[in-house]
């Protein structure tokens, strides 16, 4: 059996999915007890009155050029962070079945598997290798019952992008025995080259995407997780039928029109320079002591005083990500970076001492 299906939970791959009204758009809706009017203030190009299709095919097609994938090896979810909970749903039995992540990283990986009772194994980034990933560690960590296995890259909040050798040898090493999911909501600021590419080496590969962050589109809500056909045939029976909304639909859609990639490419270019900026704008606070290397749109802060620093910034209006409640993290903000007049905002926050 393949091993997308062996290792995922016996009631996913018997469950008899629910069979939503069909798609038909040349004829008449009167399968689905819609309403046949529109509200008065609705602006969807299709009628907020019916249902969304189910994994538009427009916006998956899009989406699979996108992400250079085929079709069949995309779903569409409410944010990634929809993927991260439909993969818990799908491969852990509570009290059984464990995933393993490199922390600190992503919160969203572990409370997922919490939700569905499965234990969180964790195995530390390495902080003086820039907080590089362990694969001896890695590997040593997995047993039977380990069924995802998180790699954040870039990983949120280190910032950093993870050494692709490594990434190999851990795909190489669980193909089959684990999921691998490769989380790259960050990868746009990389300028790294997305691991979707090997999607056709490792059967048990899943890449998680979204338009939350380089395509401005978090308050839309779509990500994707790319994946084997095995995979997202599975994924489709555990997603609700219309999951995404028709805003959401097309807001997505006219994002991943020509001309919108370009503009994003464009201002994707800009943060980047105004990532410099505010770099060196933190670097000359008493507050700040280390500012680390990063491959996202976010900078990690080892503070001297990071009371201080969030005290300043509240002061000012400004919020600031606190990460000192991760123990690997005691002195530690994270900072996104903003427009040229937030971030001056901030470095004049914390000037002083
Ligand atoms: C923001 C973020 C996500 C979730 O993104 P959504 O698509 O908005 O759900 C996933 N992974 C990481 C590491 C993130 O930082």
Redesign the pocket.
């Not at 979810?77 to 991260?84: H, L, Q, V, Y």
């Not at 998680?208 to 962050?213: A, E, G, N, Q, Y």
């Given at each position: 059996m393949n091993s997308l299906i062996s290792l995922a939970r016996p009631e996913i791959v018997t469950l008899k999915p629910y069979a939503h009204a069909v798609w038909l758009p040349s004829h008449t809706r009167l399968h689905a007890n819609e309403a046949p009017w529109r509200p008065t203030r609705d602006g969807t190009r299709v009628g907020l009155n019916r249902y969304p299709e189910t994994q538009p095919q427009a916006l998956i097609e899009r989406l699979a050029s996108l992400y250079d994938v085929s079709s069949a090896q995309v779903l569409a979810?409410?944010?990634?962070?929809?993927?991260?909970d439909l993969l818990s749903r799908i491969y852990l039995r509570a009290g059984v079945d464990a995933i393993l992540q490199c922390s600190p990283?992503?919160g969203?990986y572990q409370v997922a598997a919490r939700i569905q009772g499965a234990e969180v194994i964790e195995v530390p980034l390495t902080r003086a290798r820039g907080w590089g990933v362990d694969v001896q560690a890695l590997l040593a960590a997995w047993r039977p019952g380990v069924k995802l296995v998180y790699l954040?890259s870039p990983?949120?909040?280190t910032g950093n992008l993870l050494d692709y050798a490594a990434l190999e040898h851990i795909c190489t090493v669980l193909d089959g025995k684990a999921i691998v999911v490769i989380?790259e909501?960050?990868i746009e600021w990389s300028g790294a080259a997305s691991l979707a590419r090997w999607l056709g080496r490792f059967q048990s590969l899943a890449i998680?995407?979204?338009?939350?962050?380089a395509h401005a589109l978090?308050g839309a809500?779509?990500?994707a997780l790319l994946a084997a056909p095995e995979l997202i045939q599975l994924a489709k029976r555990v997603i609700p039928p219309y999951a995404l909304s028709q805003p959401t639909i097309e807001a997505a859609l006219s994002a991943l029109e020509p001309t919108e990639l370009r503009v994003s490419q464009t201002r994707l270019q800009a943060l980047l320079v105004e990532k410099d900026y505010l770099r060196r704008g933190l670097a000359s606070s008493p507050l700040v002591e280390k500012i680390w290397r990063s491959d996202t749109n976010f900078l990690l802060i080892d503070c001297s005083d990071a009371e201080r620093f969030m005290n300043y910034s509240i002061a000012g209006g400004l919020i600031v990500r606190d990460l000192r409640a991760n123990c690997a993290l005691p002195r530690s903000l994270r900072v996104s970076v903003g427009s040229r007049a937030e971030n001056d905002a901030l470095i004049a926050c914390v000037a002083r001492s």
């Open positions: 979810t409410r944010g990634a962070d929809e993927a991260i990283t992503f969203m954040c990983n949120n909040p989380d909501a960050y998680l995407r979204t338009l939350s962050k978090a809500r779509l990500g």
